[in-house]
């Protein structure tokens, strides 16, 4: 696959017995496969990276991940202000 | 599975629908660059959650789509050589260049092999000490580094019997020259988040300002397009032109440095012609002068074929966002994903090949 199509994956174990790359099994929902983790130095047992034909790209940040949920709330509770004050009769 | 099945579910998608309709007071024309976010986009019919004021068209994101028919025909003529196994990720076998494609030439006798990464054809490189092993190094920023590890790992190991057919494109020169084309309707755009992942999004404030436009680096799932559109559109109703990030989870600002790196050693910046829209400097990555003798072009003679695109053929104004794929009398008719006349329609990730799968009126 190309396309720029990279899936996120769990680091099941890493390979150390090559001295110059760094190779780990990585599950997509319970397929495991082998990737290159030679561009995610930090990258760990249990963590999550993003994976395009065969290379981690980057690792998952679950903070960030957690973002457009919390934006999502928030946009929701400021909606059902916005529809309170116009019910509110003499409002514009 | 994680960090997927939560952003595909309608909750959220349908949240940022009914904040996009409150948002929308005008009509505005965004673009996806991707053509992975394009296949999501007509797959999920995130386009039919938006107000009929928003239009969006799809970019030249396809690597597959923009890879010049004249490489196509240099990977031919490579691969049917007898002394060669030529290696290709699987969307580049049904190509067609001019007369034929990689799967004729395999049915014919010639040695093409699909592989999942390019360290599978270094490893068949190893292997194969006899045979001359070509990777077709084709795609942008997100798979550019994989590539280069692959020569890399090859000039380390000494392998003289290995080499890549590069054709590899850039997202930002792609975008500024939409952006400073006269026919020009982008007014916002969804940058790919996963170039973004490599190469970070520090070369886009510089487009932002200069077009005055908003560019949100965008991800895959429907929740990561709408909250891209959500926040583009909210950008050009304020007026504002910025960049911003709705893909964080996979994003820095800096992006991945080891990436970067290799591929400044491995690869210079050149012109690059790109199928349906012409040659755009600065749009390509080339062997360096450390790397050149692991060019296939030069090691095969294959350097000065050049070809003819279908007159017919309207893929470099789609991909530009000028015209989208029904506005093509040939769309569905004398070109289909079986006999393709151009760009778009040859992946099934190019937006006239999107459509026709998902969107054709029933016969």
Known sequence: ?92 | MKFIDEYREAEGVQKFARAIAGLVTKPWTLMEICGGQTHAIIKFGVDELLPKQVTLVHGPGCPVCVTPLEIIDKALEIAARPEVTFCSFGDMLRVPGSRTDLLAVKAAGGDVRMVYSPLDAVKIARENPSRQVVFFAVGFETTAPANAMSVFQARRLGLRNFSLLVSHVLVPPAMEAILSSSINRVQGFLAAGHVCAVMGYHEYPPLAAKYRVPIVVTGFEPLDIMQGIYLCLKQLEEGRHEVENAYGRTVQFEGNRPAQQLLQEVFQVVPRKWRGIGEIPRSGLALSEAYREFDAETRFGVAHLTAAESPECISGLVLQGVKKPGDCPAFGTRCTPERPLGATMVSSEGACAAYYRYRRPAA
Request: net charge negative.
């Open chain 1, 1 to 92: 696959m190309i396309m720029c199509l990279a899936v996120p994956g769990k680091i099941l174990s890493v390979d150390t017995s090559h001295p110059e790359t760094r190779m780990a099994k990585v599950s997509f929902g319970g397929i495991a496969k082998e990737v290159n983790l030679d561009f995610v130095p930090e990258a760990q047992v249990g963590d999550y990276v993003v994976v395009h034909v065969g290379f981690a790209l980057n690792k998952v940040d679950e903070e960030e991940a957690k973002k457009v949920f919390e934006y999502l709330e928030q946009m929701g509770e400021l909606a059902e202000l916005d529809e309170k004050q116009s019910a509110e009769p003499g409002r514009p």
